[in-house]
């Protein structure tokens, strides 16, 4: 697929704001939890991109059900190929995802990573930024279905937009709605592949040094030359 084509594809998956409305609170009810955070009507339904307070759309990624739910990530369980003595059996699936977020997120979001911190090596990792995109473990007895609630919350709250990039059926039915948008597994990794597509097309083009000379036709460098010769 050509670049060109690669560019409709994703305006066709993502639309102009990069993401687009999956679920709503409306659709799970007054029952829900979370949806009166997202339904009032005295709440402005923040736009897509960057605010009036140069903050821009954040991204929340559901780590671990993004992994689980690609085979991208998830061969990569279990991989200790880089450091075969360690016990962390996602370490590698974690750094692909990250450095794939980043790739993603680029300047068009603030993004973040939420691990559960059950069943890691450490339940209290430090959450130190990788690649520019923030990462949260969850605390101890915290599921990062919480986290990533409470993220997302937060973000409506105060008038920021935000994406979440999960196929979690629970957190659809808690934090969609207004302000919030959600993004799927597979769509992520289409956009990565896309990325990563666009990325080889570049370092196979031919490198070609464009010189003044080399843009202008005939005649301009002619017109060029006399205006010289002039001075």
Same mark, same amino acid.
């Given at each position: 697929m050509s670049k060109k084509n690669?560019?409709?594809?994703?305006?066709?998956?993502?639309g102009e704001g990069s993401a687009r409305a999956a679920v709503d609170a409306s659709t799970y009810g007054a029952g829900n939890a979370f949806g009166s955070a997202f339904v009032s009507s005295t709440v402005v339904d923040p736009a897509r &991109?960057?605010? %009036?307070?140069?903050?821009?759309e954040l991204l929340v990624v559901d780590g671990?059900?993004?992994?689980?739910? #690609?085979p991208r990530y998830e061969q990569l369980i279990f991989d200790r190929s880089d450091d075969p003595y360690s016990n962390d059996v996602y370490d590698r699936a974690r750094t692909a995802l990250i450095a794939d977020v980043a790739a993603f997120a680029q300047r068009r979001y603030d993004a973040v990573i939420?691990?559960?911190?059950? &069943?890691?090596? %450490?339940?209290?990792?430090p959450n130190l930024p990788q690649a520019g995109v923030r990462i949260e473990f969850?605390? #101890?007895g915290v599921?990062?279905?919480?986290?990533?609630?409470?993220?997302c919350i937060e973000a409506r709250e105060a008038g920021r937009a935000c994406s979440v990039v999960t196929s979690d059926g629970t957190i659809q039915a808690t934090v969609m709605g207004k302000g919030v948008t959600?993004?799927?597994a597979r769509m992520l990794v289409d956009e990565i592949r896309s990325i990563d597509a666009d990325v080889a097309e570049a370092e196979e083009a031919p490198q070609v040094k464009l010189t003044l000379g080399s843009r202008l036709s005939p005649e301009a460098l002619a017109k060029l030359e006399a205006l010289r010769?002039?001075?």
């Open positions: 690669r560019q409709k594809a994703k305006a066709k998956r993502f &991109g960057t605010n %009036s307070r140069g903050q821009r671990y059900n993004v992994i689980h739910a #690609t939420v691990f559960d911190g059950a &069943g890691n090596v %450490s339940a209290d990792r969850s605390p #101890t599921s990062a279905d919480t986290v990533v609630q409470r993220l959600r993004i799927s010769n002039r001075g």
